[in-house]
């Protein structure tokens, strides 16, 4: 079946370590995107890519980065930088930008990164 | 700039009520809003309602757009337990690679 998978489904990180949430999907959908859901608040855009090798900052990038060197992975990397990075994480993905206006996200269950 | 707002933020009721919860957004060069409902983990999509889609039903949800109040509710009859979940608005930006999230209504429908 296809879909997407992100790993691990919780994580814990010590103050000034980086982390990497693993997101992969065999949709073969074009675009993908990384959310942060923190109670209380809706879903907050990190970072989006439309193609491969590209991607584009989103309302709150401070504090990660991504990469996109495969169409099927889109890894987020949550650094020191971020301070307040406890949060639950969830990647999508959609055929292509247009589509993801609408109906054409399917989402990830989520990571649960919890600092320590 | 844009937004998008859900009321209430938790809802609890008992199996067999109705319930109805809204949506209002302020997004320029409306297309879209979209209803999905979050039970553990990853987001399922139910509805888009555009101008030209401004009603939409299934089983027992259903969901009306009003383009003048800029806003949508999202009914559910006869409640079940399985109801349980957060149910979140969405509404595309202009530009298209975003999509603006209301902060989600947490229904608790009780046995």
């Known amino acids: 079946d296809g879909g997407i998978t992100q790993s691990p489904k919780y994580l814990f990180r010590k103050e000034g370590q980086n982390v990497t949430l693993s997101c992969e999907q065999n949709?073969?959908?074009?675009?993908m995107y990384w959310y942060r859901q923190d109670p209380g608040q809706g879903l907050r855009l990190i970072y989006y890519?439309?193609?491969?090798?590209?991607?584009q900052k989103g309302d709150i990038a401070e504090g990660y980065s991504v990469s996109r060197e495969k169409k099927e992975s889109f890894p987020l990397t949550v650094t020191s930088a971020q301070k307040n990075p406890t949060a639950f994480y969830l990647c999508?993905?959609?055929?292509?930008?247009?589509?993801?206006?609408?109906?054409?996200?399917?989402f990830g269950s989520g990571t649960r990164l919890t600092v320590v | 700039e844009d937004k998008v707002v859900q009321s209430p933020l938790s809802l609890v009721v008992h199996e067999g009520d109705t319930v109805t919860l809204n949506c209002s957004y302020e997004?320029?060069?409306?297309?879209?809003l979209l209803w999905y409902k979050q039970e553990k983990k990853a987001p399922t999509f139910l509805f888009m309602l555009?101008?030209?889609?401004i009603e939409k039903k299934s089983g027992r949800l259903s969901s009306i757009l009003d383009k003048k109040e800029l806003s949508s509710i999202l009914n559910i009859t006869a409640t079940q337990t399985g109801d349980s979940a957060i149910y979140l608005c969405?509404?595309?930006?202009?530009?298209?690679?975003?999509?603006?999230f209301g902060a989600g209504t947490r229904l608790f429908v009780k046995a």
């Open positions: 999508a993905s959609s055929i292509d930008r247009d589509r993801g206006r609408g109906y054409g996200y399917t």
């Open positions: 949709l073969n959908h074009d675009a």
């Open positions: 890519s439309q193609i491969v090798n590209d991607f």
């Open positions: 997004v320029t060069n409306f297309r879209s």
């Open positions: 555009t101008s030209s889609g």
């Open positions: 969405a509404v595309p930006a202009t530009g298209g690679f975003k999509t603006i």
